[in-house]
């Protein structure tokens, strides 16, 4: 494995249109992580899935945005109905459990028009 | 809740001087620290973290940070600055180390200018 890819590696999209991110994650880390980035902040928490569970969800994925992680491998981040504010990097992060620190893949950045 | 505060947001120094990156945390619980690295359009790289088992903790890049449970802080500090560690960086906080609850608070970030 060379680590977490995520992509695409730039998204622009118009309002109202709908996008979808991929992250596969390192093979056998079962924790897998969304972080969205925007200018200026420090990434913050949206969700995250042990395996294919998703066990919590920030308050700010909205029911706009919804996560996936069919068989526990990769996983997708849709955005319906985008929103200039969705504008961001959307980061992708695994680990394995019981393992101590991330690796995050080099970000989405998705610009909203 | 947990926070973590990097006070300003642009630091320069000139290359071969200290490094000195501050952060102060806030947390109800024993907390687990982590300094994280962002090169500019990468991801975030992990330069090291604190887990309870020493209060001065070595990285990687020649980078180190000390736990002051006292002062709530974990300054990063280097002794002389690279031209190749200008870069973006990141203090994070999580309440658990590796369990379930181990999601990572991140300060807002300061950016590190070296000038030659």
């Known amino acids: 494995d060379t680590g977490v890819s995520q992509n695409p590696r730039h998204k622009i999209t118009k309002r109202g249109q709908n996008v979808t991110f991929r992250c596969d994650p390192i093979?056998?880390?079962?924790?897998l992580y969304w972080y969205r980035q925007t200018l200026g902040q420090g990434p913050e928490f949206l969700t995250y899935?042990?395996?294919?569970?998703?066990?919590?969800k920030s308050r700010l994925l909205s029911d706009r945005f919804s996560a996936e992680r069919p068989k526990g491998s990769f996983s997708t981040l849709e955005i319906q109905r985008t929103e200039q504010g969705d504008s961001a990097m959307y980061l992708c992060?695994?680990?394995?459990?019981?393992?101590?620190?991330?690796?995050f893949g080099s970000g989405t950045r998705l610009t909203v028009v | 809740a947990q926070s973590v505060t990097q006070l300003g947001s642009h630091v320069s120094v000139s290359e071969g001087a200290l490094v000195l990156l501050r952060c102060n945390y806030s947390?109800?619980?024993?907390?687990?620290l982590f300094w994280y690295v962002q090169y500019p359009n990468q991801g975030l790289q992990l330069l090291l973290k604190?887990?309870?088992?020493?209060?001065l903790v070595k990285g990687i890049n020649g980078f180190e940070a000390e736990f002051k449970k006292s002062e709530t802080s974990f300054h990063l500090t280097k002794p002389s600055a690279h031209m190749s560690d200008a870069a973006e960086y990141f203090c994070?906080?999580?309440?658990?180390?590796?369990?379930?609850?181990?999601?990572?608070?991140f300060g807002k970030g300061i950016t590190l200018s070296v000038r030659p």
């Open positions: 992060a695994s680990r394995l459990g019981g393992a101590l620190g991330y690796t």
């Open positions: 093979s056998e880390h079962n924790r």
């Open positions: 899935f042990q395996n294919e569970a998703q066990l919590e």
């Open positions: 947390s109800s619980v024993p907390p687990y």
């Open positions: 604190y887990t309870s088992a020493a209060t």
């Open positions: 994070a906080v999580s309440p658990e180390e590796t369990g379930a609850n181990s999601k990572l608070t």
